[in-house]
């Protein structure tokens, strides 16, 4: 089954490419909310890339929150403050060093399991039954892209439901690298089964009530990707 590409992959060096360049042309070119990209069909032309380059592209931006493609009208931007967001993390190249991996999942587990005493008091069975339903979306996606997404969706759910509008903010902001680090070394059998069983086991303790199995389990989940950049790591708390 097919990983998804890494550095160095001439498929993936072209799409980073293009990444890169479209960033550049939205915060250099002035561009606001609602401004409109250059159409498909230009943007091949623009860099001599293929349409499959340039779609994934685009994709990939999408999903950062960065321009928002919409039927009749194509790509819009959509919030060009992300484009500090791959300033701050490096983006340049799209790279995931050993060191931000861990620094970031650090900080997802400051936000995800540091106040679990206050996520435990606001816990509904909705919350529970969203996630499941999430969840369960993983064991039929064969995108990486569009599984990685869902994986994001399932733990800015899980953030949510302490109805903090800075922590979400926050994680959204996040979202870029978030989306790359979901993406690194994964292919779709991972996500269909890995990364569903260890969601799984994390939803258990939520609805056991069970504060350190959750501490536990998501504190394990967050950090074991920590294999695909080799050396491995201990992951408990």
């Known amino acids: 089954m097919q990983a998804f590409p890494h550095e160095g992959d001439p498929a993936r060096s072209a799409v980073d490419v293009i990444v890169r360049k479209l960033r550049h042309h939205i915060a250099d070119g002035g561009l606001t909310v609602g401004d409109r990209l250059p159409t498909e069909r230009e943007l ?8 499959n380059t340039v779609r994934e592209a685009m994709r990939i931006l999408k999903a950062y929150g960065l321009v928002e493609i919409r ?14 967001i791959f300033e701050l993390f490096s983006f340049n190249t799209l790279e995931i060093s050993k060191q931000t991996f861990a620094d970031v999942q650090t900080f997802r587990r400051l936000l995800e399991i540091g106040p679990v005493e206050q996520l435990f008091e606001a816990l509904e069975d909705t919350d529970i039954a969203d996630l499941r339903q999430l969840n369960a979306r993983l064991k039929d996606i064969s ?26 903010e926050v994680y959204n902001l996040l979202k870029p690298i978030i989306m790359r680090i979901m993406e690194n070394g994964k292919t779709r059998r991972i996500f269909q089964t890995e990364t569903y069983s260890e969601h799984e ?6 609805e056991a009530r069970d504060r350190l199995a959750f501490q536990y389990r998501l504190s394990t989940h967050l950090m074991i990707g920590m294999r695909y950049f080799g050396g491995g790591m201990k992951t408990g708390i």
């Open 201 to 206: 086991t994390v939803i258990d303790a939520l």
């Open 44 to 51: 091949c032309s623009q860099f001599s890339a293929s349409r």
């Open 71 to 84: 039927p009749k009208v194509g790509a819009t931007v959509a919030d060009n403050r992300m484009s500090q």
């Open 143 to 168: 995108d990486v892209g569009e599984a990685s997404d869902i994986d994001f969706q399932f733990h800015y759910r899980l953030v949510s439901v302490l109805d903090n509008q800075t922590i979400k």
